[in-house]
């Protein structure tokens, strides 16, 4: 288990989340950054991939270098080549001078190709070449030149789909897919809600200069049930508006300005159902009084009128970290 205090150790204070699905593949970023091999962050949009790449650059031996993001949907397919590899001069109308590309500038360091599905067929070419013999050639160029670079990539859709329909060359896909990061959506990780919206909180407060913000359970509820499309980001942006809109008092739910949740749960049995909220309750209930008593469990065991060793059991029973109460705010 990789705990806050680990976590701080590892240099990745920055990840917020305690989850077991999230820290099964958090656990990783320090092993890989040690090694250079190339790495593959799979998330939806939102979900910290590039936070991630981050930290494997700034644990590795690279981190005194550059590390270059790079979004390969957001790059005309015309210009794609010549971002990457850069261009020799008169290597087409208007090429005047010669001029390097994103990967010389990222020389010693990492570059980060998101959305590496979309990069245009010729472009894969040769960053397969690049990856197997570091050597690439500037466009209008006869010498070939080397650079000494990391390579993460990361997607937001499913690699193994975008292989089958053609979009990501196969030879390119096993090139890069030495290490895996799957990211959780929050969905899927709802219990890290609580923690990751106090770290929020807390951040644009001091940020923004305003009081630290109470989050009432009701809040810490809604929060909690909503699912997320936009993952972590959405998150932040929600309580970044709030933090900035809200006039005083506690934060309330209109504070969030939450769209309207259309997520029909899926068909369950009432028992299923029922359950599962209860189970949804106890939870952003304990992580709502163990935030309002910075994870004193003591005092919120006295909050909630239970004696300390019930509490205790809910605790455990959840797996929740009382521990990282503390460090989070
Ligand atoms: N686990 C996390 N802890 C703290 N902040 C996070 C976490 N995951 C994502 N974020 C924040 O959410 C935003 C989106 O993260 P980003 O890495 O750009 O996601 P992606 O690349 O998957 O779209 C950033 O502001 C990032 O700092
Ligand atoms: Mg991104």
Aim: aromatic letters at 8%; hydrophobic letters at 45%; one cysteine or more.
């Amino acid at each position: 288990m990789v705990s806050q205090a680990l976590k701080e150790k590892l240099g990745l204070r920055h990840l917020i989340g305690n989850s077991s699905v999230f820290l099964q593949e958090v656990k990783k970023i320090p092993l890989v950054a040690g090694f250079d091999a190339s790495v593959l962050i799979c998330g939806e949009t939102g979900t910290g991939k590039e936070l991630c790449a981050r930290a494997i650059h700034y644990l590795s031996p690279r981190s005194d270098k550059p590390f270059v993001p790079v979004n390969c949907g957001a790059i005309p397919v015309e210009l794609v080549e010549n971002e990457l590899f850069g261009h020799e001069r008169g290597a087409y109308t208007g090429a005047h001078t010669a001029q390097p590309g994103l990967l010389k500038q990222s020389e010693g360091g990492t570059i980060f190709l998101d959305e590496i599905d979309w990069l245009p067929h010729l472009a894969q070419v040769k960053l397969l070449r690049f990856l197997q013999e570091k050597e690439y050639r500037p466009l209008g160029s006869t010498a070939v030149c080397t650079a000494d670079v990391r390579i993460i990539a990361a997607s937001n859709s499913d690699f193994n789909v975008s292989v089958a329909t053609g979009k990501l060359r196969a030879d390119l896909f096993y090139r890069l897919n030495v290490v895996r990061l799957n990211l959780p959506s929050l969905r899927e990780r709802s219990e890290d809600i609580p923690l990751l919206a106090a770290y929020f909180l807390q951040k644009y407060a001091r940020e923004f200069k305003r009081s630290s913000v109470e989050v009432p359970l009701d809040v810490m509820q809604a929060l909690t049930l909503y699912q997320w499309p936009g993952n972590v980001r959405e998150l932040e942006h929600v309580i970044k508006r709030a933090v900035i809109l809200r006039e005083s008092g506690p934060l309330s739910i209109a504070d969030l300005e939450l769209p309207v949740d259309n997520t029909p749960s899926a068909v369950q049995s009432f028992r299923e159902a029922k359950a599962a909220v209860l189970r949804q309750f106890e939870r952003t209930y304990i992580q709502a009084l163990l935030l309002a008593h910075r994870g004193n469990i003591t005092s919120a065991a006295r909050a909630a009128r239970k004696n300390r060793r019930a509490f205790w059991e809910l605790i455990r029973k959840h797996a929740i970290d009382a521990h990282s109460f503390r460090s989070a705010i």
